[in-house]
C-alpha cells in the first residue's frame, strides 16, 4: 500500500493543524493505521493509531486529549487533528499502515507501508 502524507506546515503554538495521508486502493479492515513522527535527532515515536474498521483508537500520552485520528473510508484517507499544538510537536509526521498486533501496535517496525512523511513546525 502506498501512502502519501499532506497538511503539514508552519503553525504557532497554541493552533490547530490537520494532516492528511492517503491511502489509495482498497484497505482491509483489518489494517491499522498510524501516525508516528520523528523530531531531529531523536528516534521515530508513536502518536496515534486507528483501525480501518474505525471501532478503535489509541493515542501517545503526550497528544491525549489535543489530538484526534479518524479515518474516511469513502475518501480513503487517514486524519490527523491536531489542536492546542506545542512546540514539542515539531517534527516529520508520518503515516504507517500494516496488520499489527496489539501489542506491537506502538512499534515503528511493526509496520510495512510508509508514506514519505510531512513536516510539521510549531513556533513558540
Known amino acids: 500500500v502506498q501512502l502519501q502524507a499532506s497538511g503539514g506546515g508552519l503553525v504557532q503554538a497554541g493552533g490547530s493543524l490537520r494532516l492528511s495521508c492517503a491511502v489509495p486502493?482498497?484497505?482491509?479492515?483489518?489494517?491499522?493505521m498510524t501516525w508516528f513522527r520523528q523530531a531531529p535527532g531523536k528516534a521515530r515515536e508513536f502518536v496515534a493509531a486507528?483501525?480501518?474498521?474505525?471501532?478503535?483508537?489509541w493515542y501517545a500520552d503526550s497528544v491525549k486529549g489535543r489530538f484526534t485520528i479518524s479515518r474516511d473510508k469513502a475518501k480513503n484517507a487517514v486524519y490527523l487533528q491536531m489542536d492546542s499544538v506545542k512546540p514539542e510537536d515539531t517534527a516529520v509526521y508520518y503515516c504507517?499502515?500494516?496488520?499489527?498486533?496489539?501489542?506491537?501496535?506502538?512499534?515503528?517496525?511493526?509496520?510495512?507501508?510508509w508514506g514519505q512523511g510531512t513536516q510539521v513546525t510549531v513556533s513558540s
Open positions: 504507517a499502515a500494516g496488520r499489527v498486533i496489539l501489542s506491537s501496535l506502538r512499534l515503528a517496525e511493526a509496520y510495512d507501508d
Open positions: 486502493g482498497r484497505t482491509s479492515s483489518s489494517y491499522t
Open positions: 486507528i483501525k480501518w474498521s474505525g471501532t478503535n483508537t
